[in-house]
């Protein structure tokens, strides 16, 4: 399966640090989106990187892709409570649209 | 208000008996998904859609039916639901496929018992 591993699998931290998560996957990909899941309800969209991308911004967030390693990092700054959810790294197949998410990261914000 | 509906968002069934969990959005998207979650394992893909009369296969399929009738709605059907069915499903469109952001609907908890 394509499916990705984040790691770590939880994340604890106090408000105002730096979270980083990470994301590994196995095939070629043509992106890889980062969602955000709040305990158990839908997942919101965060940030979309293209495979020729290697690094994006959007507010304090900041992903990295590197297609060489198959990995992928969300880096959260100035962390805050509301910041307290899971976190998943999703990828396309670069051969059609079916879609992996992977096993995602559970982040506390501690305040 | 852009968004993806589901319904029911909780159902409790029997093993056996045919049920079918709506889902519905409002965007005119091209590309429809759904999904199950469990603890531990992720988001896997059940069935997806690319457009009206178009579905495929996607990780997890087996037990279950869909149908894209309309552009607006994909309905997920459990002809014979058994326990292994339980789980939280999610439903997602986004405007043509895997290459753009998914927006997902609030959630089916599902109990077969």
């Known amino acids: 399966s394509q499916q990705g591993e984040e790691d770590p699998q939880a994340l604890s931290i106090q408000e105002g640090e730096n979270a980083t998560m990470n994301c590994s996957y196995k095939t070629s990909i043509n992106n890889l989106q980062w969602y955000r899941q709040n305990s158990g309800r839908g997942l919101v969209h965060l940030i979309l990187i293209r495979s020729n991308e290697r690094e994006k911004h959007s507010g304090r967030l900041r992903v990295t892709l590197d297609t060489s390693k198959k990995s992928s990092s969300l880096l959260i700054t100035a962390s805050r409570a509301a910041d307290t959810a899971s976190y998943f790294c999703?990828?396309?197949?670069?051969?059609?649209?079916?879609?992996?998410f992977g096993t995602g990261t559970s982040l506390t914000v501690i305040p | 208000e852009a968004q993806v509906t589901q319904n029911p968002r909780y159902l409790i069934t029997v093993t056996g008996k045919k049920l079918t969990v709506t889902c519905s959005q409002n965007?005119?998207?091209?590309?429809m998904s759904w999904y199950r979650q469990d603890p531990g394992l992720g988001l896997r893909q059940i069935y997806y859609?690319?457009?009206?009369?178009?579905?495929d296969k996607g990780d997890v399929p087996e037990g279950y039916k869909v149908s894209r009738k309309e552009k607006r709605n994909f309905p997920l059907i459990l002809e014979s639901p058994s326990p292994n069915q339980t789980s939280l499903y999610f439903c997602a469109s986004s405007l043509a496929g895997a290459s753009y952001e998914q927006y997902f609907g609030p959630g089916t908890r599902l109990t077969v018992t």
């Open positions: 999703a990828t396309d197949a670069n051969t059609g649209n079916q879609f992996y």
């Open positions: 859609s690319m457009n009206v009369e178009v579905t």
């Open positions: 965007m005119n998207h091209e590309y």
